[in-house]
């Protein structure tokens, strides 16, 4: 049995996971509770957020995001790959700075117009 907190909404529910029992979930409030569970002790995934440079904007860096969630085993990999990531102004909100990042098929988006 493993317990974690949901973070799916505000509730913030103290989740009890039984590994021996098909991944069973207790303690949630809601659907969203029980997929969180299972999901994070099946195979555990993060939206990543960070910055990269930018050049000819008032800011030196961009924000961006994955535009979806990623394994969560691959965040440090992706920080190296989005590192090298260099962009020139203007830059479009969603507009994609990088494609299918460390082949999971997710891209990496601006979350702000530059």
């Known amino acids: 049995m493993t317990e974690i907190t949901c ?3 505000p509730m913030g529910c103290r989740l009890t996971v039984d590994e021996q029992n098909d991944f069973a979930v207790t303690g949630n409030t ?3 509770g029980e997929n969180y569970g299972k999901n994070e002790l099946k ?3 993060r939206v990543l957020t960070t910055t990269v440079k930018i050049g000819g904007a008032i800011h030196g860096r961009c924000p961006v995001k994955t ?3 990623i394994p969560k085993g691959k965040l440090f990999d992706a920080m190296k790959e ?4 260099r ?3 203007p830059v479009a909100c969603g507009q994609v700075v990088l494609t299918n990042l460390l082949g999971t098929g997710i891209d990496v988006v601006a979350t702000r117009a530059m």
């Open 43 to 45: 195979n555990p995934t």
């Open 30 to 32: 809601c659907k969203l």
């Open 7 to 9: 973070i799916v909404c």
């Open 67 to 69: 535009g979806g969630a």
């Open 87 to 89: 962009l020139e102004s």
């Open 82 to 85: 989005i590192k090298k990531v």
